[in-house]
């Protein structure tokens, strides 16, 4: 491998990773306040994507930059995260983690098949988003798109971190897992909370999907399932629940994705599982998680 | 054995012929005309749903932990039976010797990656496993795309259509009787210790990794015989049929059905593989209405439709006979 590959596939690698990094936040926040596994985070990708799809000729047309379309994607997304948390997550939260997974996966399912009744099976392409051009430094091409996208990640992730750390919402929002009742005994809207949880997650969804799009122009009502999932790999890989863990959980897999692709490309995805399982068994709670015993 | 568990044996038995036969002089009086093989082809599409299900609410139901990747077991079974059927035949075998040798292949492979994959899987427990389960099933179905004795990601075409109606539908039955002596067995009834609590029972002297391991290995041995069924009635495969999506259909039919009610499992795999079929015109709709129903079992009813209520003709004889006595006395 020469040096030009190896730096080639490790700037593709962090954009992978930045995007998978983005989406892992979401499972992270949510899984943190209310430890459960959103199966549909996935699918909100999905559906930002397919806002983009939609809005971007209109941004176009009315003569604006395609990328200011994220906000509506964002504004798609949070709504949709709210009326999910609100119908179907919220009237289960009481009965229990096996019934919470159960909901999320039929929510998941019902997403990406309400997407193919409503926009067809076929995949499309999306609009370039971003007109930036490629520089070329000593024999590494180096697209500016994906050094944004990177860009944006961090900064994204960066701001999430002051946030749940700085402010007082942030600090609701590590006090509510920590002890439901006292929360509320504290002047804490716990519902309120849950659901801006929620919504946060969600527009972080349709950042990611714009940045994916940046990367990938297509579409389709099945890519929020399998990039949820690695996603998913990537929150647990750090450690759930933890915003730094996210990022490098994030970063790690889309390395580890796009260097494995290198060597066998039809060995990726198991890899990925494979580093999964094997972290789940050695250490179940993460790189950056710290041990809690079960109370009997 | 008393002699009310022989009536009660006996009484199932005949119940089972019973719609057996009847299924059967419907094809043959060719009351569905034109359409009798495509019938049929519900009827065995039906009875491989069964299996599957019943066996996934071995786990499900039963130990009460969530697996997201039964259809990697179900792709065990469908491409091992497929491989050992191609195999063997023309080797003198008649075409019963063969269907059942390469569901008993199939059964036993899945069975034993059941094993292998159960005893690191099932040292996790909830949200975890669940997500282990499912990349496992994803690891398998990677391998099946890139061996080239599976069709190497391309379909598998060729395979022996073995299952007929009668075949499938009488190893259904030996399969869903084996699972029900199952849960009603000692083994079955610790299973179901562990799942109230598993701390009672390890401190109750039982081994709960030994029986968890158990009861996987059996589920994903069904689950096999279920796929094998499914390839020798399809025909052809391709490794994206076992893909997640498929894990979570059976999981839902679970879940409606009952979680901890074969019966329900039986009832719900029947009518939500039946059903689509006749509703050829909403397919497209199909896994919408599975979310919602989903969805709405989940805020109404937590425990599936027929929660762990189980179906006993004994007991319904029982009853009718009972109401007569107590009418006679009355009268």
Known sequence: MTLSLFIQSLINGLNQGAIYALIALGYTMVYGIIRMINFAHGDFIMIGSYTLFYTIPLMVNAGMPAWLAVVAAVAVCAVLGILVETFAYRPVRKAGSMSALITALAMSIFLQNLAMVLFGAKPHNVQAIFSLPTITVGGVSLPLNVLLTIAIGVVIMLGMQIFVKGTKLGKAMRAVPQDKDASTLMGINVNRIITLTFCIGSSLAAVAALMYCATYPRVTTDMGSMMGMKAFIAAVLGGIGIIPGAMIGGILVGLIEIFVKLFAPGWYEAVTYGTLIVILLVKPSGILGKNTGEKV | MTKQRKIAYLLNAVGVVVIFALLMALFAAGVFGTSTTYIQGICTT??????????????????????????????????????????????????????????????????????????????????????????????????????????????????????????????????????????????????????????????????????????????????????????????????????????????????????????????????????????????????????????????????????????????????????????????
């Open chain 2, 46 to 331: 039906a009875c491989y749903t069964v299996i599957m299900v019943a066996s996934l609410n071995l786990v499900v139901g039963f130990m009460g932990e969530f697996s997201l990747g039964h259809a990697g077991f179900v792709s065990v079974g469908a491409y091992v039976s497929a491989i050992v059927s191609g195999a063997l035949a023309g080797k003198g075998l008649s075409d019963l010797g063969l269907f059942l040798v390469a569901i008993l292949a199939g059964g036993l492979a899945a069975g034993i990656m059941g094993v292998l994959v159960g005893i690191p899987a099932l040292r996790l427990r909830g949200d975890y496993l669940a997500i282990v389960t499912m990349a496992f099933a994803e690891i398998i179905r990677v391998c099946f795309c890139n061996f080239s004795i599976t069709g190497g990601g391309k379909t598998l075409s060729g395979i022996l259509k073995l299952s007929t109606f009668p075949r499938a539908f009488w190893v259904m039955v030996v399969c869903v009787t084996f699972m029900y002596m199952f849960v009603r067995s000692k083994f079955g009834r610790t299973v179901q210790a562990i799942r109230e609590d598993y701390i009672a029972a390890s401190a109750a002297g039982i081994n709960v990794t030994f029986y968890k391991v158990l009861t996987f290995a059996v589920s994903s041995f069904f689950a096999g015989i279920g796929g094998a069924i499914y390839a020798h009635y399809m025909t052809a495969m391709i490794p994206t049929n076992f893909n997640f999506n498929y894990s979570a259909e059976l999981l839902s039919e679970v879940i409606i059905g009952g979680t901890g009610s074969l019966t329900g499992s039986i009832i719900g795999a029947v009518f939500l593989s039946a059903l689509p079929e006749a509703m050829r015109q909403f397919a497209t709709y199909r896994m919408l209405c599975y979310s919602v129903v989903l969805v709405l079992v989940m805020l109404f009813r937590p425990g599936g439709i027929f929660g762990r209520w189980e179906f006993s003709l004994t007991r319904v004889l029982g009853r009718l006979t009972h109401r007569r006595e107590t009418a006679k006395k009355g009268a």
